[in-house]
């Protein structure tokens, strides 16, 4: 499949965005990280960004006036940046048509359970785990998806799972996914990059 050269998506903590910025500095992942956006101009994933040189945007309906600029913008920073593959990683917004239809088939998403089970629309954050622990399941574990213009719907590339304890709280629930996750999405970007996972030819 070739070198990637990924756009990461992030609103927030950006933890999944450093794994895998330090998975493709040990070489495990063969691509980079192009650049990051931001919907959140005090994200911490824009600060990881610039402490490793990559460059990144703030991105927002804010900054650009309305969604449809917004989207021309983002598609003129991936084609600056040469992007392959866009990765969400923590991405709180649906991106603007132009963006996904340009990159059909080349975005992915990472969501903390194994969907299609508690994913949709307000699924997000610990939410997920309060609803998985609700429903008294024994397993839960990590999704990477292709992302379409709904909510945790496109198909399924790769998922683990995750043991639910007897004693487990969101929190302690929570991390153990987040872990996971940081590991996961770079054992799947590996897979991609080796062309084991074939998003194209
Ligand atoms: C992760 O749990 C991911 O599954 C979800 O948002 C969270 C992002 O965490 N989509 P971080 O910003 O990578 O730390």
Redesign the pocket.
């Known amino acids: 499949m070739g070198r990637l050269k990924m756009a990461i998506f992030?609103?927030?903590?950006?933890?999944?965005?450093q794994s895998i910025i330090d998975g493709c500095k040990i070489g495990v992942i063969n691509g980079e990280v192009s650049v990051v956006i931001s919907n959140n101009g005090n994200s911490i994933?824009l600060g990881r960004a610039q402490k490793e040189n990559i460059p990144y945007y703030h991105m927002s309906n804010k900054v650009f006036g309305d969604e449809d600029k917004l989207d021309d913008a983002m598609v003129d920073i991936l084609e600056q940046h040469s992007v392959n593959l866009i990765v969400?990683?923590?991405?709180m917004k649906i991106l603007g048509h132009k963006v996904l239809r340009k990159y059909k088939g080349r975005i992915l998403?990472?969501?903390?359970a194994l969907l299609p089970k508690y994913g949709g629309k307000g699924m997000?954050?610990r939410y997920v785990h309060e609803a998985v622990l609700k429903g008294g399941e024994k397993v839960t574990g990590?999704t990477i998806h292709l992302v379409d213009e709904e909510y945790d719907s496109g198909a399924i590339i790769n998922q683990c799972q995750v043991k639910v304890e007897e004693n487990d709280t969101v929190e302690t629930l929570?991390s153990r996914?987040?872990g996971r996750?940081h590991t996961f999405y770079v054992e799947t970007l590996k897979m991609i990059s080796e062309g084991q996972i074939k998003l194209w030819s």
């Not at 992030?10 to 965005?17: D, E, P």
């Not at 998403?109 to 903390?112: A, D, L």
């Open positions: 992030a609103s927030h903590g950006g933890s999944n965005l994933s969400l990683a923590g991405y998403n990472i969501h903390p997000y954050g990590v929570a996914v987040l996750e």
